[in-house]
């Protein structure tokens, strides 16, 4: 597992964590989580409701305080996570109301100058994520919950964070506008490690290239031995019934 | 009916016990003793219920008696007229006011919510059984202040004791008249969204209630016999309507939507402000900004809620410029009251820190900033790195300091130039620690809500308070503003002491923020 080089030559990214430990007063959430998420693949986090999902997230994103144990990145040698590190896109959509999708775009693209590799037109990042023209400089107050959602999706990408922690970010939008942010996530996988967590085991399964499965407060991937469709399906089940 | 009742009483018993132990919960040093298990613990629950029962016991006695005092005994020597009369005047007028206003039956409370639309109870059964209690509770709630302030105006007690049937009678027949007039219109009332002609209505019997005495004409005994008769057969025909009305449920599906429960059970719940908030955000787009960065971004969240930036401290000016021409007029005819303003600006000087705490813009900025803003901003990890922080806070905090300077200079100019023209000062220093002490305190004040918003940004996604530290030095500081009211000193050493404690205490919470807003500013989780 250690030192993979990835085709172009470089060692590949790593998110690393270990021994992660969260607990709510006497009830431990998150008891022992150690893992190794890599750049270039879509992580399907499944779990029950209540299983801690949006806490691992929330202790990634650095928004608890860890009870225990530690996460970094591993690139070159070991590094700290910083803030600029992370997207972290809700399940529902937060959006400045009081800006125009193209001022907030123009701000984050300001703050985040140093960081974009190749700039585009704020026009160009809009045909990306397919919001119509006419809409561009309404204020946000009046965007539809799928445009939020694309703009929330937009400007966690646009400074290419190394992570991407995706809560349950389809579940609310329509079928086209699921199949557009499926098409988003695969266009730009290959720079990031993702992390989508769901409730649908086939969004999952349609989209992630491995499954992992938070259960008890562990995480343990699935391994997929080329089995069909609903042989796999059963053992992620099976998985998450454990007690 | 009576079992309904129970459990209505029993279900509303226990969530007022819970909210009793989480607003205990709440408190900072106790959290951390306390456990979640502790919604079990049976200490707690007995505190609880006692405590249950005493608001119970005081929400039937203790409204009626501050309302009876401040509403009228207290209003009776204002207009020197014959006192029983006069109470009975205001009495009758108000009752009809809150007969439209205070219905019971058509407020949406939350306990409504719970019982009908939550757990599914019998609609018809669950409203008159509280009904018939509530209207117990109202005629109970009203005797011993009908009797003890109407004897003491010189009231016959005869008269005392149908006062509390009156305000029954009152309420019966509003509630019958508003269910009569849903069967017609199939548009159930809302009695805390009243509609204009209602208000319009309400501002008549108000100005006859209190108008009328003003100009001394007051009704006598007899004219309120004959209302309570009236009040008395329509009151009973109205029990008649209401027992056979049998839409309730309907009704209240109209009346206890999310919004209307919510908004009624405190003004800060989050539905509310949410509202509110997104209200504030004008949608002329017009207003554009060619700044960049975090200067453009708050340029534009400046612009689009000038309703309560700009706008607001342009009213607060204007009324403070009023004021100030009233007074320098007044001071300028009257060299006895000129004599004594003097005075007082020397003295007085601590008032005005209860003054610039009020006129302060502070706790509704921030919170408009939270609402439109960072609520939404904070969950971009990106927000919240170092760099993009204190950039913005530093914007933030000139635009707020540089809104409530405008009424605080012309504060400070005009106690200044009031000081000079009602006779002047020995110690021509005094000019300058009075002006500078005012610009002082508006700083501080401005200081003091935009650290103590980083430091302790209380909201979490939900836009729900989590920190009860942030309220607690929000009512500490309100506490202290308050306190300084009453206090003379010396304008010199008292002003001399807060320019040198605003300058401190900004120093040292500036160089807090700087340290510790990074950790500290995010969402509650």
Redesign the interface.
Known sequence: MYNEIDVKGEKNMKLVIKHLKKN???KEVLKDINFEFEKGKIYGLLGRNGAGKTTLF?CL?E??DLDGGEFYINDESDRNI???D???V?S?P???????GR?FL???I???EKRIKNKKTTDEYFDFVQIEKEDR???M?DYSHGMKNKM?ML??II?S?DILLLDEPLTSLDVVAQEEMKQLFKDIKKDHIIIFSTHIMELALDLCDEIVILNKGVLTEIENDKEDTQSFKNKIIEALKEE | MLDTFITSFKLKNTYRVNSVIYSIKQLPIIRKIL??SLYKNKALKIIGNIISILMEIGSIFLGKLLYIFFCITSMLPVFKLESANTFIHIFLFLTIIGGIMNTYMFNPTKDKYYAMIIMNMDAKKYTISNYIYAMIKTFIGFMPFTIIFGLLSKIPLYICIIMPIFVVMVKMIFSAYVLIDYKKTKIAKNENKLEKFTWIVIFILLLLAYGLPYIGIVINQTFFLICFIISLILGILSIKIINSFDKYKQIYKQILTNENVYATENAKSNQTIKENA?KQ?E?D?SFTSNK???A??HE??VK??SKILTKAVKKQSMVIIGIFAILTTIVLKNKDIAKRVNDLLLIYLPYFVFVMYMLNRGTTVTQAMFM??D???L????Y??P??IL?VFKERLKTLILINLIPAILIGAGLTLLLYISGGTVESLNYIILFVSIIAMSIFFSVHYLVMYYLLQPYN?NTEMKSSTYSVVQGLTYFVCYFFIGEKLPTFYFGLATIIFSIVYSLVSLILVYKKAPKTF??R?
Do not use: W
């Not at chain 1, 937060?94 to 125009?100: D, I, K």
């Not at chain 2, 969950?379 to 990106?382: A, E, P, Q």
């Open positions: 709510f007063e006497k929330n994103n928004d608890l910083k803030p600029e992370i997207g972290y809700l529902t937060n959006v400045p109301e009081f800006l125009t001022e123009k701000f984050f300001e703050i985040n400089d309404k204020l107050k929330q400007v966690n400074a964070p | 456990k979640d997104s955000i949608l787009k960049h960065g975090f453009y971004f534009l969240f689009r809620h439109n803003c609520h939404s901003m969950t971009y990890r990106i919240r790195t760099k993009v950039g996604v995010k969402l989780v």
